[in-house]
C-alpha cells in the first residue's frame, strides 16, 4: 500500500513515529450514528493502518461515546499492542477534583485493555479549563501515574489562545503537544508561532486537523479549485493540504481522522513524499493564493481580536462569529452549526444579544456585529 513509511523523532523522547498518524475520532460507524463504531469495519480499517507502518493511534475518551477506545482494544489484540504507541486523554471539562482524575485514567486503561497508555494527554487545554486543572493538581497527577508505570510520556492538546499556550509549555516537563494546524488555521490557538516555540523547547508536535476536519477536501469553492487546477504539479485538495504541514521540520506526527481504507490509502501514498521543507516556492505560494481566497470568503472581517469583549449580556461574539464565517468560507453549514453547539456555551450564543451596540462602538474592524449576530441566529438557531 505504501513504499516505505517516513518517521521522525518525537521531540526530546526520541521516540521514533510515523509521520502519518491514524485519528480515532472519526472510525467507520454504523447508521451515521457517532455512538455505534462499526467494529467490524474500524478493527480492520486500525490494522491495516499498523500493517503500512502507521505506529500512532489518537484516541480521546468521548470519541464516539467510549467506542473508539473500544476498538482500539480490540485492533491491538494479537501481536498489534507492540507495534503501535496509543495515545488517550483525559476529559478535563469532566473533572472536578483528583480523585476523578485517577477514576478517568483507570477507566480508559481498562476500557483499552492495556497497562500503560504510551502518550496520556490532558484533553482540550484552553483558558477556561487550566487554571482549575493546576489548582486541582493535575501536574502531580501527570507525576504519579507517570511514576506508577501507567502512563509513560505526557502532553496536552490545545485549542486556547497563543498566549497561554506559551505558559502551557513552560509550566511543565511536557513530552508532546498536540495542536490544530493546517492551510487556513496557520496563526489560529497556538499556530505556526505556538509549534515553533513548543519544538524549541523540545515538546514533540503533534498536528490535528490538518484537512480541517475534511472542509478542506468537500465542497471545495469554485475559486480554490481554479488555483489547485492552475498548479504545474497537480494533487487533490487532501494532498496539497496534508503536504503542507509535513513540510515543516518542526511538525513531528500529522494525525488525520481516516474512516475508509480508501481515505488511509491515499494519505498513505502521499505520506511517502512527506518530507520537511520539500515543496517549491511555487507551490507554496499556490497555498497562499489558496489561503487568500479562504480568507477573502469570510463574511464578516472579524480578526478575532477580542475588543468586543466582555459584552454587558454576556455574548462570546468572537466565538459566534468565527463560526458564522467558517459557515460562510467552507460552504459547510452542518458542520460549523455543529461546532457552534459544541463550542458556545448557551449564555454565550448570538441569542443573548440585546442590541445595545456597545461592541460596534470599540471594535477596530467596525463589523456590524449587531447584524452579524443576528446572522448566527437564522444560520444556527432556527430550525
Ligand atoms: N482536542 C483534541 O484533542 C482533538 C480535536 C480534534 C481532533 N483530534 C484528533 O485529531 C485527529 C485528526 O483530526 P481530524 O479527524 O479532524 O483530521 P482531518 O484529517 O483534518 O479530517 C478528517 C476528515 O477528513 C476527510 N479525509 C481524510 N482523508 C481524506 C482524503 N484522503 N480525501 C478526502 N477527504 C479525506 C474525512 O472526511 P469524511 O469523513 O467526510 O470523509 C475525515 O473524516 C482526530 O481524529 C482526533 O483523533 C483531537
Same mark, same amino acid.
Given at each position: 500500500?505504501?513504499?516505505?513509511? /517516513?518517521?521522525?523523532?518525537?521531540?526530546?523522547?526520541?521516540e521514533?513515529l510515523?509521520?502519518?498518524g491514524l485519528?480515532c475520532?472519526?472510525l467507520?460507524?454504523?447508521?451515521?450514528?457517532?455512538?455505534?463504531v462499526?467494529m467490524?469495519?474500524a478493527v480492520?480499517?486500525i490494522r491495516?493502518a499498523i500493517?503500512?507502518?502507521i505506529n500512532y493511534l489518537d484516541t480521546g475518551y468521548?470519541y464516539h461515546?467510549g467506542q473508539s477506545e473500544i476498538a482500539i482494544s480490540k485492533a491491538v489484540k494479537d501481536g498489534y499492542r507492540e507495534k503501535v504507541f496509543i495515545a488517550d486523554k483525559l476529559?478535563?471539562?469532566?473533572?472536578?477534583?483528583?480523585?476523578?482524575?485517577d477514576k478517568y485514567l483507570d477507566e480508559q486503561l481498562k476500557r483499552l485493555g492495556i497497562e500503560c497508555i504510551d502518550f496520556y494527554l $490532558? &484533553?482540550?487545554?484552553?483558558?477556561?479549563?487550566?487554571?482549575?486543572?493546576?489548582?486541582?493538581? +493535575? /501536574?502531580?497527577?501527570l507525576?504519579?501515574a507517570k511514576a506508577s508505570g501507567k502512563i509513560k510520556y505526557t502532553g496536552?492538546?490545545? &485549542?486556547?489562545?497563543?498566549? $497561554? !499556550?506559551?505558559?502551557?509549555?513552560?509550566?511543565?516537563?511536557?513530552?508532546?503537544?498536540?495542536?490544530?494546524?493546517?492551510?487556513?488555521?496557520?496563526?489560529?490557538?497556538?499556530?505556526?508561532?505556538? @509549534?515553533?516555540?513548543?519544538?524549541? #523547547?523540545?515538546?514533540?508536535?503533534? +498536528?490535528?486537523?490538518?484537512?480541517?476536519?475534511?472542509?478542506?477536501?468537500?465542497? +471545495?469553492?469554485?475559486?480554490?479549485?481554479?488555483?489547485?487546477?492552475?498548479?504545474?504539479?497537480?494533487?487533490?485538495?487532501?494532498?496539497?493540504?496534508?503536504?503542507?504541514?509535513?513540510? $515543516?521540520?518542526?511538525?513531528?506526527? +500529522?494525525?488525520?481522522?481516516?474512516?475508509?481504507?480508501?481515505?488511509?490509502?491515499?494519505?498513505?501514498?502521499?505520506?511517502?513524499?512527506?518530507?520537511?521543507?520539500?515543496?517549491?516556492?511555487?507551490?507554496?505560494?499556490?497555498?497562499?493564493?489558496?489561503?487568500?481566497?479562504?480568507?477573502?470568503?469570510?463574511?464578516?472581517?472579524?480578526?478575532?481580536?477580542?475588543?468586543?469583549?466582555?459584552?454587558?449580556?454576556?455574548?462570546?461574539?468572537?466565538? #459566534?462569529?468565527?463560526?458564522?464565517?467558517?459557515?460562510? =468560507? !467552507?460552504?459547510?453549514?452542518?458542520?460549523?452549526? =455543529?461546532?457552534?453547539?459544541?463550542?458556545?456555551?448557551?449564555?454565550?450564543?448570538?441569542?443573548?444579544?440585546?442590541?445595545?451596540?456597545?461592541?460596534?462602538? @470599540?471594535?477596530?474592524?467596525?463589523?456590524?456585529?449587531?447584524?452579524? /449576530?443576528?446572522?448566527?441566529?437564522?444560520?444556527?438557531?432556527?430550525?
Amino acid at each position: 500500500m505504501v513504499k516505505q513509511m /517516513l518517521y521522525r523523532e518525537l521531540g526530546v523522547t526520541g521516540e521514533r513515529l510515523s509521520i502519518l498518524g491514524l485519528g480515532c475520532m472519526r472510525l467507520p460507524v454504523k447508521n451515521g450514528d457517532s455512538g455505534q463504531v462499526d467494529m467490524d469495519l474500524a478493527v480492520p480499517l486500525i490494522r491495516t493502518a499498523i500493517d503500512s507502518g502507521i505506529n500512532y493511534l489518537d484516541t480521546g475518551y468521548p470519541y464516539h461515546n467510549g467506542q473508539s477506545e473500544i476498538a482500539i482494544s480490540k485492533a491491538v489484540k494479537d501481536g498489534y499492542r507492540e507495534k503501535v504507541f496509543i495515545a488517550d486523554k483525559l476529559p478535563i471539562w469532566l473533572v472536578e477534583n483528583r480523585q476523578d482524575m485517577d477514576k478517568y485514567l483507570d477507566e480508559q486503561l481498562k476500557r483499552l485493555g492495556i497497562e500503560c497508555i504510551d502518550f496520556y494527554l $490532558l &484533553h482540550t487545554v484552553k483558558e477556561s479549563y487550566w487554571e482549575k486543572m493546576i489548582s486541582n493538581g +493535575v /501536574l502531580e497527577f501527570l507525576d504519579d501515574a507517570k511514576a506508577s508505570g501507567k502512563i509513560k510520556y505526557t502532553g496536552f492538546s490545545y &485549542h486556547g489562545e497563543l498566549e $497561554l !499556550f506559551f505558559d502551557v509549555v513552560d509550566s511543565y516537563n511536557w513530552d508532546m503537544c498536540q495542536v490544530q494546524y493546517n492551510i487556513v488555521d496557520q496563526n489560529y490557538q497556538a499556530g505556526r508561532e505556538g @509549534i515553533r516555540y513548543a519544538a524549541a #523547547n523540545g515538546v514533540g508536535v503533534v +498536528v490535528m486537523e490538518p484537512l480541517r476536519g475534511g472542509t478542506l477536501t468537500k465542497n +471545495v469553492p469554485e475559486e480554490v479549485q481554479e488555483i489547485w487546477d492552475e498548479s504545474r504539479v497537480k494533487r487533490k485538495p487532501a494532498e496539497w493540504a496534508l503536504r503542507f504541514v509535513w513540510d $515543516l521540520d518542526d511538525v513531528d506526527v +500529522v494525525l488525520s481522522g481516516m474512516n475508509t481504507l480508501e481515505e488511509l490509502k491515499q494519505n498513505l501514498e502521499t505520506a511517502d513524499q512527506g518530507y520537511p521543507n520539500s515543496l517549491s516556492s511555487e507551490e507554496k505560494e499556490i497555498i497562499r493564493e489558496v489561503k487568500s481566497v479562504y480568507s477573502q470568503r469570510k463574511q464578516y472581517n472579524c480578526t478575532q481580536c477580542g475588543y468586543c469583549v466582555p459584552c454587558p449580556q454576556g455574548v462570546d461574539i468572537p466565538a #459566534n462569529l468565527l463560526q458564522l464565517n467558517n459557515a460562510y =468560507m !467552507f460552504q459547510d453549514e452542518d458542520n460549523a452549526k =455543529m461546532n457552534y453547539y459544541m463550542g458556545v456555551k448557551e449564555e454565550e450564543r448570538a441569542v443573548n444579544c440585546t442590541g445595545c451596540g456597545e461592541c460596534e462602538k @470599540i471594535c477596530p474592524q467596525m463589523v456590524p456585529i449587531q447584524k452579524a /449576530l443576528m446572522d448566527v441566529r437564522k444560520k444556527f438557531e432556527q430550525n
